[in-house]
């Protein structure tokens, strides 16, 4: 079997200069607004990307004053795009477990979950929370749609997945960037902290937006990705009835 090269699954998978230059300017924009917020919430000294692309929000919390940062995604990524140290950067099978031998104040994995085959998202879960004791996530729900996305789920059911691990849902950054245009709609709609219980009752300004939060549901659907949702979902509707005569159809429709 002939050797695929690197070029080749990047071009396969989308993950091209176009991509990446689209990623950049999408991902910087939305890292400016939510790594000001998280940063002011958290304070980490250190923080790994799962997931990281090129490297666009690492390299926001990097001009935020956090140089200890390790970014973590796959080997097709082009070396030449990247937006943080070239040290700093790991190349990794996100579907293969590992260690990273050390540990983390915040590991974050945003919309990459969805890429991943359904039989693989534990392991992405058990990699995170190995990682750090807070973790900032996010991935795709059900037909948001997108490239290669596999792996559609609710918050709740990423929630439940972390519970298990000891990690609470805190939906303290979504509030406060539903609104804002700046930041992408799918890091409005998707992003939520997960803290280890043993941290979480060790930061009581943490616990009190989680009491504030109450019993609020976690799954929801934004309404501006709605409306995107159910633009193409209509789309490929009316698609299949493309060049049918509007009397046809019409017999069709007092047919059914």
């Not at 396969?12 to 950049?24: P, T």
């Not at 590991?107 to 973790?135: C, K, N, R, Y």
């Not at 043993?198 to 989680?210: D, F, H, I």
Request: charge should be negative; glycine fraction near 6%; proline fraction near 5%.
């Amino acid at each position: 079997m002939n050797r695929v090269s690197r070029e080749q699954i990047r071009n396969l998978l989308n993950y091209n200069r176009f991509f990446y230059n689209v990623q950049r300017g999408r991902s910087g924009a939305s890292a400016f607004e939510v790594v000001g917020l998280v940063n002011a919430m958290l304070s980490p000294a250190s923080v790994v990307d799962v997931g990281c692309g090129i490297g666009a929000w690492l390299s926001e919390w990097r001009r935020q004053g956090v140089t200890d940062v390790l970014g973590i995604d796959g080997d097709w990524v082009d070396r030449e795009l990247l937006q943080i140290p070239a040290e700093q950067f790991m190349p990794h099978d996100l579907a293969v477990p590992f260690d990273c031998n050390r540990p983390y104040d915040l590991a974050m994995s945003l919309e990459v979950a969805e890429h991943i085959d359904p039989e693989h998202g534990p392991a992405l879960v058990d990699l995170l929370v190995s990682l750090a004791p807070v973790v900032l996530f996010s991935a795709a729900i059900p037909n948001q749609g997108g490239q290669h996305h596999v792996n559609e789920r609710w918050q709740g059911d990423w929630a439940r997945d972390f519970a298990d691990r000891g990690y609470v849902a805190v939906d303290a950054v979504r509030p406060q960037i539903w609104d804002n245009e700046n930041v992408a709609v799918w890091y409005r709609q998707n992003i939520v902290l997960y803290v280890k219980e043993n941290v979480l009752a060790a930061r009581p300004a943490l616990q009190a937006l989680v009491d504030a939060w109450g019993n609020r549901p976690i799954s929801v659907v934004h309404p501006d990705l709605y409306s995107t949702m159910f633009l193409k979902a209509a789309s490929g509707y009316v698609r299949q009835f493309r060049g049918i005569k509007p009397l046809t159809l019409l017999r069709a429709a007092v047919h059914r």
